[in-house]
């Protein structure tokens, strides 16, 4: 069974990156969104098992929206932080809401595909 996954940037560019990588992994895209609004809209919906979130989007932060995901809704999906943002503060904050990985951009396939094993070992 494959896993389903839910990518989160608003970047079309970036989310079809991001969705060529894990679905030639065998992955299961089944959700997108650009927006932070969208996002916890669609993962409360669909439930994916894991999420692919990028930190920066127009409306919203995607460490809130890790927040409100993990803290008030508390949901069980891996998450993989996604950001051109590599402070070390940030990484850390995102690591400790429950983020299993934070890459920084740019990223390789390997790595997102590698990253995504990682979080369900």
């Given amino acids: ?16 990156l991001i969705s060529d990588a894990l679905e030639s992994a065998g992955y299961q895209i089944i959700g997108q969104a650009e927006n932070g609004e969208k996002a916890i809209d ?3 919906e669909l439930k994916p098992e894991l999420i ?10 995607g460490i809130d929206i890790l927040r409100v ?20 503060s940030v990484i850390q904050e995102g690591l400790s809401l429950g983020a299993t990985d934070y890459i920084v951009k740019p990223f390789t396939a390997e ?8 979080a369900f070992e």
């Fill in 1 to 16: 069974m494959s896993r389903s996954v839910l990518i989160v940037d608003d970047s079309m560019y970036m989310r079809s």
């Fill in 42 to 44: 669609l993962a409360m």
């Fill in 52 to 61: 692919t979130l990028d930190n920066i989007l127009p409306d919203m932060i």
């Fill in 69 to 88: 995901l993990k803290s008030e809704e508390n949901m069980n999906a891996k998450v993989i932080m996604i950001s051109a943002v590599g402070q070390e």
């Fill in 111 to 118: 790595g997102i595909v590698a990253s995504a094993a990682k």
